[in-house]
T-cell receptor, first 114, second 113 residues
């Protein structure tokens, strides 16, 4: 089935650790995104990529890093520099500009600092 | 001023009534407008998109867009308990060199039986 797969669904991080959230899509979409959602809040854009080997910072990129080496993959690393990483992380993709750019979401990953 | 503002919730409506959700946006360059529904603990799912001024109907949902007023709304007719969720408004802007998508904080709707 076509879709966006995020893993792991639940992740616990110790203080000072880097963790990587995986996002894979088989929709042949050009654009991919990472959002963060805190309880009772809207979605905030962390990073996005419109094409392989290129990505841009969103509104809250500090403490995060990404790579886009393959069209179908857009992993997000939460570094130790992110002081408050506990949140729900959503990966999304879209066909890209000129296509209405409807965004579809993966099922999300819950990250908790312990 | 926030880029996208939605009417504060929670919005409680009786079953069978109309739920009215409002959204205003600050970027006049916004071209596409989406409404997503998000159940608690789940990811958002697209329920409506609208690109032109006026109304667009899809089943029990009607989206209304007024670009001059920078306003988009969502009506849910004959509200059902399964409509209880948070609804996110998302205007999008497609720039020549960049892309921007902003979400509102969402309005939580509770449909009471």
């Amino acid at each position: 089935d076509g879709g966006i797969t995020q893993s792991p669904k639940y992740l616990f991080r110790k203080e000072g650790q880097n963790v990587t959230l995986s996002c894979e899509q088989n929709l042949n979409h050009d654009a991919m995104y990472w959002y963060r959602q805190d309880p009772g809040q809207g979605l905030r854009l962390i990073y996005y990529s419109q094409i392989v080997n290129d990505f841009q910072k969103g509104d809250i990129a500090e403490g995060y890093s990404v790579s886009r080496e393959k069209k179908e993959s857009f992993p997000l690393t939460v570094t130790s520099a992110q002081k408050n990483p506990t949140a729900f992380y959503l990966c999304a993709s879209s066909a890209g500009r000129g296509s209405g750019n409807t965004i579809y979401f993966g099922e999300g990953s819950w990250l908790t600092v312990v | 001023q926030k880029e996208v503002e939605q009417n504060s919730g929670p919005l409680s409506v009786p079953e069978g009534a109309i739920a009215s959700l409002n959204c205003t946006y600050s970027d006049r360059g916004s071209q596409s407008f989406f409404w997503y529904r998000q159940y608690s603990g789940k990811s958002p799912e697209l329920i409506m998109s609208i690109y032109s001024n006026g109304d667009k109907e899809d089943g029990r949902f009607t989206a209304q867009l007024n670009k001059a007023s920078q306003y988009v709304s969502l009506l849910i007719r004959d509200s059902q308990p399964s409509d209880s969720a948070t609804y996110l408004c998302a205007p999008t802007t497609l720039g020549s060199n960049d892309y921007k998508l902003s979400f509102g904080a969402g309005t939580t709707v509770t449909v009471r039986a």
